[in-house]
């Protein structure tokens, strides 16, 4: 049963990926009859971008680890703290503090707390 089975009324014409990066957006299509034709081809493609928007290159200052928290706390409204980061990411707390504070002195993270002990931060002046 297809998807044009189910939902009376909808023809699919293809599928459509849209990905924002620092640059704008990015954008792929797809007729189905290259999906169903030509899956492979499509996969590769979606690796293509995904390693151009994510990929580890040598001249990048920082990690893929960072480039996620610069992403979880760019769409949170409040300040983030490092057990909210680990617990997204799956890693230890003390690990996403280390890295938070490193992204503090690049300076893409600032802290968002009052006081000595910084609890909590948010996007820094820098643009990721």
Same mark, same amino acid.
């Given at each position: 049963?297809?998807?044009? *089975? $189910?939902?009376? %009324?909808?023809?699919?014409? %293809?599928?459509?990926?849209i990905?924002?990066?620092?640059?704008g957006?990015?954008?792929?299509?797809?007729s189905? *009859?290259?999906?169903k034709?030509?899956? $492979?081809q499509?996969?590769?493609q979606?690796?293509?971008?995904?390693?151009?928007?994510?990929?580890?290159?040598? *001249?990048?200052?920082?990690?893929?680890?960072?480039?996620?928290?610069?992403?979880?706390?760019?769409?949170?409204?409040?300040?983030?703290?490092p057990?909210?980061?680990?617990?997204?990411l %799956?890693i230890?707390?003390?690990?996403?503090?280390?890295?938070?504070?490193?992204?503090?002195?690049k300076?893409?993270?600032?802290?968002?707390?009052? %006081?000595? $002990?910084? $609890?909590?931060?948010?996007?820094g002046k820098?643009?990721?």
């Open positions: 049963m297809t998807v044009t *089975d $189910r939902i009376p %009324g909808i023809s699919i014409a %293809g599928a459509l990926l990905a924002c990066n620092g640059d957006w990015t954008v792929l299509r797809f189905f *009859d290259d999906v034709e030509r899956p $492979r499509c996969q590769q979606l690796q293509q971008l995904l390693g151009k928007l994510y990929g580890q290159g040598a *001249d990048r200052e920082i990690t893929l680890h960072q480039r996620e928290i610069i992403r979880i706390v760019s769409y949170r409204l409040d300040p983030v703290s057990v909210e980061i680990s617990k997204a %799956g230890s707390p003390q690990f996403a503090r280390k890295l938070m504070l490193d992204l503090v002195d300076p893409y993270l600032m802290s968002a707390s009052q %006081g000595e $002990r910084v $609890r909590y931060y948010r996007l820098r643009k990721a």
